[in-house]
């Protein structure tokens, strides 16, 4: 099973490095009890539906959840 769980999970990390969006966002991803976990930050709120969007289309049959935040900005007055 361990090895099912590592090949799918360098499939995901591959489909997002090619994902022109979600390629440079340092995204983690756990695959624990038939589901896949989407952890870190992101620059963009809409990069968080994109990185779910690209997972789901890798492996329709397991769920995805996400933990991604969006990066604060450094605003300077």
Do not use: C, Q
């Not at 361990?2 to 979600?22: C, D, G, Q, S, W």
């Amino acid at each position: 099973m361990r090895y099912r769980r590592e090949t799918l999970r360098h499939v995901i990390i591959r489909a997002l490095k090619r994902n022109t969006f979600t390629a440079r966002e340092p995204i983690k991803v756990v695959i624990k009890d038939g589901a896949v976990w989407l952890h870190g930050t992101v620059s963009d709120a809409d990069l968080i539906p994109e990185a779910v969007a690209t997972v789901e289309a890798v492996v329709p049959v397991l769920f995805v959840y996400s933990r991604l935040r969006v990066r604060r900005s450094s605003v300077s007055a």
